[in-house]
Protein backbone atom coordinates (compact mmCIF):
# COMPACT_ATOMS: atom_id res chain seq x y z
CA UNK A 1 0.00 0.00 0.00
CA UNK A 2 0.69 3.53 -0.67
CA UNK A 3 1.63 5.78 1.99
CA UNK A 4 -1.43 7.88 2.82
CA UNK A 5 -1.47 11.00 4.18
CA UNK A 6 -2.63 11.10 8.13
CA UNK A 7 -6.59 11.29 7.07
CA UNK A 8 -6.56 8.27 5.55
CA UNK A 9 -4.34 5.92 7.39
CA UNK A 10 -5.85 2.61 8.40
CA UNK A 11 -7.64 2.94 11.89
CA UNK A 12 -10.58 1.11 13.56
CA UNK A 13 -13.74 1.97 12.21
CA UNK A 14 -15.54 3.05 15.10
CA UNK A 15 -13.02 5.65 15.35
CA UNK A 16 -13.23 6.57 11.96
CA UNK A 17 -16.92 6.62 11.59
CA UNK A 18 -18.66 9.51 11.39
CA UNK A 19 -22.13 9.83 11.35
CA UNK A 20 -24.36 10.33 8.40
CA UNK A 21 -28.13 11.08 7.48
CA UNK A 22 -30.18 8.51 8.06
CA UNK A 23 -28.00 6.61 11.09
CA UNK A 24 -29.72 5.51 13.86
CA UNK A 25 -28.14 6.76 17.37
CA UNK A 26 -28.99 6.02 20.57
CA UNK A 27 -27.84 8.91 23.21
CA UNK A 28 -28.22 7.85 26.59
CA UNK A 29 -27.47 10.30 29.68
CA UNK A 30 -26.72 7.79 32.73
CA UNK A 31 -29.12 8.42 35.47
CA UNK A 32 -31.72 10.52 33.17
CA UNK A 33 -33.51 8.62 31.18
CA UNK A 34 -36.25 11.52 30.19
CA UNK A 35 -32.99 13.09 27.99
CA UNK A 36 -31.69 9.84 26.57
CA UNK A 37 -33.23 9.48 23.19
CA UNK A 38 -33.43 6.56 19.99
CA UNK A 39 -33.05 8.56 16.93
CA UNK A 40 -32.67 8.35 13.19
CA UNK A 41 -30.52 11.83 11.95
CA UNK A 42 -32.97 13.66 9.58
CA UNK A 43 -32.22 14.45 6.12
CA UNK A 44 -31.08 17.81 7.48
CA UNK A 45 -28.23 16.43 9.35
CA UNK A 46 -30.21 16.72 13.07
CA UNK A 47 -31.27 14.96 15.62
CA UNK A 48 -33.78 16.21 18.85
CA UNK A 49 -32.61 15.91 22.50
CA UNK A 50 -35.00 16.67 25.69
CA UNK A 51 -33.96 20.04 26.80
CA UNK A 52 -31.60 21.11 23.91
CA UNK A 53 -33.40 20.94 21.40
CA UNK A 54 -32.27 20.38 17.57
CA UNK A 55 -28.44 18.98 17.32
CA UNK A 56 -26.38 18.94 14.43
CA UNK A 57 -24.81 15.29 14.18
CA UNK A 58 -23.84 14.95 10.59
CA UNK A 59 -20.15 14.53 9.73
CA UNK A 60 -19.58 14.33 13.58
CA UNK A 61 -17.88 11.31 15.31
CA UNK A 62 -19.55 9.53 17.84
CA UNK A 63 -17.11 9.97 20.45
CA UNK A 64 -16.95 13.85 19.49
CA UNK A 65 -20.88 14.42 19.76
CA UNK A 66 -20.76 12.45 22.91
CA UNK A 67 -18.09 15.15 24.38
CA UNK A 68 -20.49 18.03 22.82
CA UNK A 69 -23.27 16.71 24.43
CA UNK A 70 -21.70 16.68 27.86
CA UNK A 71 -20.77 20.24 27.61
CA UNK A 72 -23.95 21.26 26.95
CA UNK A 73 -25.89 19.53 30.02
CA UNK A 74 -23.78 20.71 32.60
CA UNK A 75 -26.15 23.61 32.18
CA UNK A 76 -29.39 20.91 33.21
CA UNK A 77 -27.54 18.76 34.83
CA UNK A 78 -24.57 18.17 37.58
CA UNK A 79 -21.45 16.43 36.15
CA UNK A 80 -23.44 14.64 32.98
CA UNK A 81 -22.30 11.15 31.66
CA UNK A 82 -23.40 10.51 27.80
CA UNK A 83 -22.82 7.89 25.79
CA UNK A 84 -23.53 7.74 21.74
CA UNK A 85 -23.72 4.52 19.46
CA UNK A 86 -24.84 4.26 15.83
CA UNK A 87 -27.06 1.29 16.24
CA UNK A 88 -27.69 1.30 12.33
CA UNK A 89 -25.49 2.44 9.54
CA UNK A 90 -26.85 3.36 6.27
CA UNK A 91 -24.55 1.89 3.37
CA UNK A 92 -22.02 3.79 1.37
CA UNK A 93 -22.16 3.09 -2.30
CA UNK A 94 -19.01 1.78 -3.62
CA UNK A 95 -18.37 1.29 -6.94
CA UNK A 96 -15.86 -1.35 -8.23
CA UNK A 97 -14.50 -1.15 -12.09
CA UNK A 98 -12.07 -3.93 -14.08
CA UNK A 99 -11.07 -6.99 -13.62
CA UNK A 100 -13.50 -8.23 -11.55
CA UNK A 101 -16.40 -10.50 -12.41
CA UNK A 102 -19.34 -8.14 -11.81
CA UNK A 103 -18.45 -4.15 -12.14
CA UNK A 104 -20.77 -1.79 -10.70
CA UNK A 105 -21.69 0.28 -7.75
CA UNK A 106 -22.31 -1.76 -4.70
CA UNK A 107 -24.05 -0.67 -1.18
CA UNK A 108 -21.80 -1.77 1.32
CA UNK A 109 -21.67 -1.51 5.65
CA UNK A 110 -19.51 1.78 6.34
CA UNK A 111 -17.35 -0.99 7.92
CA UNK A 112 -16.38 -3.52 4.81
CA UNK A 113 -13.23 -3.61 3.94
CA UNK A 114 -11.80 -3.86 0.30
CA UNK A 115 -11.73 -7.39 0.52
CA UNK A 116 -15.31 -7.73 1.08
CA UNK A 117 -16.27 -4.89 -1.90
CA UNK A 118 -13.97 -7.50 -3.84
CA UNK A 119 -16.15 -10.21 -3.03
CA UNK A 120 -19.43 -8.33 -3.53
CA UNK A 121 -17.69 -7.82 -6.94
CA UNK A 122 -17.54 -11.40 -7.48
CA UNK A 123 -13.65 -11.62 -6.81
CA UNK A 124 -10.98 -10.88 -9.54
CA UNK A 125 -10.89 -12.20 -12.90
CA UNK A 126 -8.05 -14.25 -14.20
CA UNK A 127 -6.60 -11.47 -16.25
CA UNK A 128 -6.54 -9.37 -13.23
CA UNK A 129 -3.09 -8.24 -11.60
CA UNK A 130 -2.41 -8.99 -8.24
CA UNK A 131 -0.47 -5.92 -7.21
CA UNK A 132 -2.99 -3.13 -9.25
CA UNK A 133 -5.92 -2.65 -7.10
CA UNK A 134 -6.59 0.80 -6.18
CA UNK A 135 -9.00 2.74 -3.97
CA UNK A 136 -9.60 6.25 -5.75
CA UNK A 137 -11.10 8.42 -3.26
CA UNK A 138 -12.50 12.10 -5.04
CA UNK A 139 -11.03 13.59 -1.79
CA UNK A 140 -10.44 16.98 -1.83
CA UNK A 141 -7.39 16.20 -2.02
CA UNK A 142 -7.55 13.12 -4.72
CA UNK A 143 -6.42 10.31 -2.87
CA UNK A 144 -5.28 7.01 -5.00
CA UNK A 145 -4.48 4.25 -2.56
CA UNK A 146 -2.94 0.87 -3.73
CA UNK A 147 -3.40 -2.48 -2.26
CA UNK A 148 -1.45 -6.25 -3.44
CA UNK A 149 -4.52 -9.17 -3.32
CA UNK A 150 -2.34 -11.00 -1.42
CA UNK A 151 -2.07 -8.49 1.49
CA UNK A 152 -6.15 -8.06 1.39
CA UNK A 153 -6.21 -11.78 1.12
CA UNK A 154 -4.17 -12.67 4.62
CA UNK A 155 -6.07 -9.49 5.96
CA UNK A 156 -2.92 -7.45 6.84
CA UNK A 157 -3.75 -4.87 8.85
CA UNK A 158 -3.36 -1.63 6.41
CA UNK A 159 -6.14 -3.76 4.03
CA UNK A 160 -8.60 -4.53 6.74
CA UNK A 161 -7.56 -0.80 9.09
CA UNK A 162 -8.73 0.95 5.56
CA UNK A 163 -11.79 2.66 6.12
CA UNK A 164 -14.31 2.61 2.58
CA UNK A 165 -15.86 6.03 1.77
CA UNK A 166 -19.25 6.47 0.01
CA UNK A 167 -18.17 7.78 -3.46
CA UNK A 168 -15.12 5.41 -3.74
CA UNK A 169 -14.11 3.73 -6.61
CA UNK A 170 -11.79 0.19 -6.40
CA UNK A 171 -10.44 -0.19 -9.71
CA UNK A 172 -8.48 -4.15 -10.42
CA UNK A 173 -6.05 -3.20 -13.11
Not at 81 to 90: P, R
Not at 138 to 165: H, K, M, T, W
Amino acid sequence: MTSLPPAYTARPAEQAYVIRDGDTLNVRVFNQEAMSVRSKVRSDGRIALPALGDIDVRGKRPSALKSELEARLKDYINAPSVTVSVEEFQPVMVSVLGEVAKSGSYPVDPRATVAQVLAAAGGLTEYASRDSIFVVRAGPPRVRVRFRYEDIARGAPASQGFVLQDGDLVVVE
